[in-house]
């Protein structure tokens, strides 16, 4: 619990073992290279081709009209931001370190072996569709933290799905082919949370790193710190009010063999705010089997990546590290 980041009441200096070598750090390009912003409420033969086309080109895009509340979105971030300024007394039943645990409060995880941490703390929480007795494991701090989380992930998975629709769609799949168990795990909520640092140049508040799930709808505030990867470079991500940047997993990739990517993206750090982002992932179910779809593969076009449960990938994404070079070595064949 000591390790919490934002229990401390400042930093003045960065302790040695947040500060990355700098080959691990590039800076970003200085070019404007901006998302794509679709609105969900155009029709539907213009929405699936840019959600598609945005898709292939970035693997990155941002949605706006989706059909979130506005006020959803507001009570979510208001409370998520609560949260991390709660007295550390309140936070500490919830803290672990035990990479088991489904729900936990975390903070600074180590990258890969070099023994550097992240400027960063976490609140993970496992959510059920639809939410039920879930919500009973989370947190009971701030008070209408369950309400709100709850009024907030089921219409932001419902978002998730109807891309997941669209893109089948594009991709001549049956509308449906993501519904089930390839999307029957829980939906995983990570608020990440930066606190001011002191040497934003020297680290970083998440390593560049791909996905573990199939799609990610971050809602990122109004403080920018998001950078995708983009031909070589890193790019800015600008905040867009009331929108969701999408991304997609590497178990996406797999099952479109190749035809969507999962990209890379990592998180910065400022010294002047705090900046607070939700992260929704749409998982598998554990014991679910990922592979190419067999619409995606013919003479031609063979397929690129063996088929595996999801629990294998994740105990080899665990040992791998999420670089998307590590990752697709281990399932490419």
């Known amino acids: 619990m000591e390790n919490l980041l934002s229990s401390a009441p400042s930093h003045s200096t960065l302790p040695d073992h947040f500060v990355f ?7 970003a390009s200085t070019r404007t290279v901006s998302l794509p912003v679709i609105d969900l409420s155009r029709g539907r033969d213009e929405v699936r081709r840019a959600v598609l086309d945005a898709g292939k080109e970035l693997g990155f895009f941002q949605v706006v009209n989706h059909g979130v509340s506005a006020e959803a979105i507001r009570d979510m971030e ?17 803290y672990s370190e035990d990479t ?6 975390f903070s600074s995880t180590t990258y890969e072996i070099g023994g550097e941490k992240y400027w960063r703390d976490c609140l993970r929480l496992a959510c059920g569709s639809p939410v039920g007795d879930t919500k009973n494991d989370w947190p009971d701090k701030p008070q209408k933290l369950r309400e709100v989380v709850e009024k907030f992930v089921e219409p932001t998975r419902g978002v998730g799905m109807e891309l997941l629709r669209l893109l089948c769609e594009g991709m001549g799949l049956r509308p ?8 029957g795990g829980h939906v995983i909520i990570n608020v990440n949370h930066y606190p001011p640092c002191p040497a934003p140049g020297l680290t970083l508040g998440l390593p560049p790193h791909c996905d573990r799930n199939l799609i990610t709808l971050l809602l990122q505030g109004a403080v920018q710190g998001l950078q995708v990867s983009y031909k070589g470079d890193w790019i800015n ?3 867009v009010p009331n929108a969701f940047v999408v991304n997609f997993g590497h178990l996406l990739e797999i099952a479109t063999n190749g035809v969507l990517k999962s990209i890379e993206h990592r998180a910065m750090t400022n010294a002047a705010v705090a900046r607070t982002s939700v992260a929704t992932f749409i998982m598998p179910g554990a014991d679910c089997l990922i592979g190419p779809a067999e619409e995606l593969v013919g003479e031609g076009n063979p397929p690129r990546y063996r088929s595996v449960t999801f629990d294998e990938f994740m105990r080899v994404y665990k040992i791998v590290g999420a670089r998307r070079e590590n990752v697709e070595k281990a399932f490419k064949l």
């Open 100 to 105: 088991g645990k489904p729900n936990r409060l």
């Open 176 to 183: 449906d082919y993501f519904e089930g168990d390839l999307t």
């Open 21 to 27: 070598p700098p080959d691990q750090r590039p800076p």
């Open 237 to 239: 991500v600008e905040p």
């Open 78 to 94: 208001a409370v998520c931001e609560e949260f991390f300024r709660l007295p550390a007394a309140d936070k500490a039943p919830f």
